[in-house]
């Protein structure tokens, strides 16, 4: 995947055949904030000037910027496979939560 992270935001990053450059939009957030550059380091300091003009500006009009992720998920999951996440989670001695955490972090290989 091509993306980058800077402050908590992540941004999801494309290549533009038609104006031949890397064109970035951060991911997560209702706000739209996108930016561009010819090359690599172009591309990153524009997503650095982008989330600090991002926060700057929401501070400036008294708005609290939104952030990528608030930490709730809800997930729909049949009975027998909640049965079988509150068992393994009680075997390791964690919360369901905790489990789920610990199985989601090790899936998304971060």
């Known amino acids: 995947m091509n993306s980058l992270l800077y402050k908590g935001y992540t ?6 055949d038609e104006d031949d450059c890397f064109i970035g939009h951060i991911v ?8 561009h550059g010819e090359t690599v380091r172009e591309l990153k300091n524009a997503f650095y000037e982008a989330v ?3 926060n700057e500006a929401c ?14 998920l809800m997930l729909r999951i049949p009975p027998e ?3 079988a996440v509150a068992t ?3 075997v390791h001695g964690v919360s369901i939560n905790q489990w789920a955490s610990n199985a989601l972090l090790r899936e998304s290989a971060l």
Do not use: L
């Open 59 to 72: 501070e400036a009009i008294g708005k609290k910027p939104q952030k990528p992720y608030s930490g709730n």
């Open 52 to 54: 600090d003009d991002y």
């Open 28 to 35: 997560g957030i209702k706000d739209v904030i996108g930016f």
């Open 88 to 90: 393994a989670a009680q």
């Open 81 to 83: 496979v909640h049965a």
């Open 11 to 16: 941004a999801r990053i494309d290549f533009s």
